[in-house]
């Protein structure tokens, strides 16, 4: 065969546009888990932030206000969570899970409405410039508005943590919520933001597969997605960047995997299925191995309930 | 007297008692069992329409979807043969050991289990479609469209279902266009919109200008409206997600087949047997044809689609090769249900080896 270098960039392009719900959903949940909370609801809030950008869209026909009304949903479903957790201090684990089970019930209830209705058009930027340069065009030309955010966030999650008097004030609260309270720091304020923030990041992951991604709704559509970006924020060590690069290599390698399949390579079909999920691991395990690093980076106090009064 | 007067009395009871019973077993209820969601859009969806045109005939039914394929089924089918329900439909392969171990507890209660082949007891009934005969049609279809020779196919599972599904799509596209390669891509998923609409993206990208699937969404005729290639509808009548690219769909119409055996339920006629209908029946519907569609090929997909039902033209007609080249089916002979309910190998012209 031979290998077409816009073939290349189309392959690429797809690849980068199937690593944009888990790179949106794990920076929501990585800013979470940094204020040391951790929330298991991931594929529950992007689920819901599924069915209500559909329906939205569906009903009131503005795109503007299901993206928008996508991520509301998000941040009051876990809003449930933040009040659970955090005024009546229940276990992070437990309530995360009841959140996912919960998710995907209503968001199933809701959608009964919407099952065989398809969806709308999203228009994409840059439609014109899709020609021009080769390889490089259909990489950076004609995608939607959420592809180019979700590409920029990582860069923006990783300045606003480093470099901002907000993001100190996150990681300080996720790593030693006493003394940051110490500080005059309301903790439980801090953490109810950063939870809301995820969850708006979890609806707007969700909004992008059923109106961009595959325009429809169906049940269980994020098909297991929010916990492989559950996955990719432990496996990154907490880090932005290195969240880019496992959820490109994830969606590369589901997509190649394909592309390898068509050509008739001989290799094991199931070995293939499989290798996104063991190839991802090893490399974020490789380059995340610096054990002074990780201990700077990981949220110290993540999971655990916090008492002022104690 | 006294006595007279005793035994009409009890023998009116009698009568009034069978009259009641039989009163009572005219309100036959139905369950069914579900592997997915009814909102899939695809083979729940469809079986659940199936159930509303039963409830349509002036029957209760009932649904439990979602069901997983282990003990939790047999517990759900215990519970519905309890609950009173006299005839209980679980619409899965992987029901069957389920459905025969709660059959044998529940003598009484009628058992119809989809796509399998296990009758293990009187009250166990199974039914499926001829699938293959609505795929023999989209090959036919997909042949004659196709541009650039190369066809793609999204698979499930490698189980003989889907195989036979691909044999008889591509047999069916050789005939009307020697040249013509299957490229086949296994998504290992009944439906997952994301990862189907990937597989046909990747098939689009490497020169397929059909897709045909074996998948559950409707993502993948969305990604071929998309990219302005053609597709089918799988299990329901796809044509509004994607106008342009749908050329025609394979429906699977369960209604008709599950009112008559409800009916059967009711007038004491049910009893066991194994069902495997096709287009003749009216259990493989074929969506209206797209006018895109040249008019020679629609009056020749409409006079396959009439003798594949009166049984003239059979889907597995020798002679049929395999892929090494050894003889499958002589010429002039046609594939038994035997063969075709076990098949495992790909015929000459698909490309690649079945995942094992």
Not at chain 2, 51 to 60: D, L, Q
Not at chain 2, 66 to 81: I, K, M, T, Y
Request: hydrophobic share 45%.
């Amino acid at each position: 065969m031979i290998v077409d270098i816009n073939f290349v960039g189309l392959i690429v392009a797809s690849i980068m546009a199937s690593a944009v719900p888990l790179i949106l959903a794990s920076c929501g949940e990585l800013i979470t888990e940094r204020s040391g909370v951790l929330n298991l609801g991931v594929e529950g809030m992007m689920i819901i932030g599924a069915i209500s950008g559909f329906a939205l869209m569906t009903v009131t026909g503005s795109l503007i206000i299901a993206v928008f009304g996508a991520m509301l949903a998000g941040v009051l479903i876990s809003t449930i969570f933040a009040f659970l957790t955090q005024t009546l201090i229940t276990n992070h684990v437990a309530t995360g899970l009841a959140l996912t089970i919960f998710g995907i019930g209503i968001s199933a209830m809701i959608g009964k409405n919407f099952v065989g209705i398809p969806g709308k058009e999203f228009p994409v930027l840059f439609e014109g410039l899709k020609d021009t340069i080769p390889l490089l065009s259909p990489i950076l030309f004609g995608h939607s508005i959420v592809f180019y955010f979700a590409f920029a966030l990582p860069f923006i999650t990783s300045y606003f943590l480093k470099k901002t008097k907000i993001g100190l004030i996150v990681r300080a609260v996720g790593d030693s919520p006493e003394a940051a309270s110490n500080q005059g720091i309301n903790v439980r304020f801090v953490r109810y933001a950063c939870i809301l923030y995820g969850g708006a990041m979890c609806g707007l992951a969700g909004a992008y597969l059923s109106m961009i991604y595959t325009p429809q709704w169906i049940e269980n559509m994020t098909g297991g997605r929010g916990w492989i970006a559950l996955a990719l924020v432990v496996f990154s060590t907490w880090n932005p960047i290195k969240i880019l690069i496992g959820a490109i290599i994830f969606g590369g390698l589901t997509i190649i995997q394909f592309h390898m399949q068509a050509i008739g390579v001989r290799i094991p079909v199931q070995f293939l299925t499989a290798l996104p999920y063991i190839v991802t691991i090893i490399v974020l395990v490789v380059i995340s191995r610096d054990s002074r690093k990780i201990r700077l980076s990981t949220p110290s106090s993540l999971g655990k309930s916090f008492h002022k009064d104690n | 007297m006294h006595k007279f007067l005793i035994r009409s009395f009890v023998s009116s009871l009698v009568l009034l008692f069978t009259l009641t019973v039989a009163a009572v077993a005219k309100d036959v209820k139905a369950a069914f069992v579900y592997i997915g969601p009814t909102g899939d859009h695809g083979w729940t969806y469809q079986h659940d329409v199936g159930r509303k045109a039963v409830e349509a005939a002036g029957f209760k039914t009932t649904y439990v979807e979602g069901v997983p394929e282990s003990a939790d089924a047999e517990r759900v089918l215990r519970q519905l043969a309890n609950s009173g329900h006299d005839i209980i439909f679980t619409t899965s392969f992987g029901y069957m050991n389920p459905t025969n171990k709660v059959a044998k507890e529940f003598p009484n209660v009628k058992f119809e289990h989809a796509t399998g082949y296990k009758r293990e007891h009187p009250n166990v009934a199974t039914y499926a479609a001829r699938f293959y005969e609505g795929r023999t049609i989209l090959g036919t279809i997909a042949g004659t469209m196709t541009k650039s020779n190369v066809i793609g196919y999204v698979a499930s599972f490698p189980i003989p279902e889907v195989i036979r599904g691909i044999n008889s799509f591509t047999l069916a596209a050789q005939k009307v266009n020697p040249n013509i390669k299957t490229k086949i891509v296994w998504a290992f998923t009944w439906y997952d919109p994301g990862k189907e609409a990937e597989a046909a993206k990747a098939l689009i990208d490497q020169g397929a200008d059909v897709i045909a699937q074996h998948t559950d969404s409707t993502a993948i005729v969305q990604m071929a409206e998309k990219a302005g290639v053609y597709a089918f509808g799988q299990a329901s009548d796809m044509d509004k997600f994607a106008p342009k690219a749908v050329l025609t769909s394979v429906e699977n119409n369960w209604g008709p087949y599950y009112v008559d055996r409800v009916k059967a339920v009711a007038n004491g006629t049910w009893s066991q047997k194994d069902t495997w209908h096709g287009i003749g029946d009216g259990m493989v519907v074929i969506s209206g044809l797209d006018s895109q569609m040249p008019s020679d090929l629609q009056a020749k997909v409409k006079k396959l689609q009439a003798d594949l039902a009166s049984g003239k033209v059979h889907s597995f007609t020798g002679p049929i090769y395999d892929q090494k080249g050894n003889l499958m089916v002589a010429e002039g002979k046609t594939a038994d249900d035997g063969m075709l309910a076990g098949m495992m190998t790909y015929v000459k012209g698909v490309e690649g080896d079945i995942p094992k």
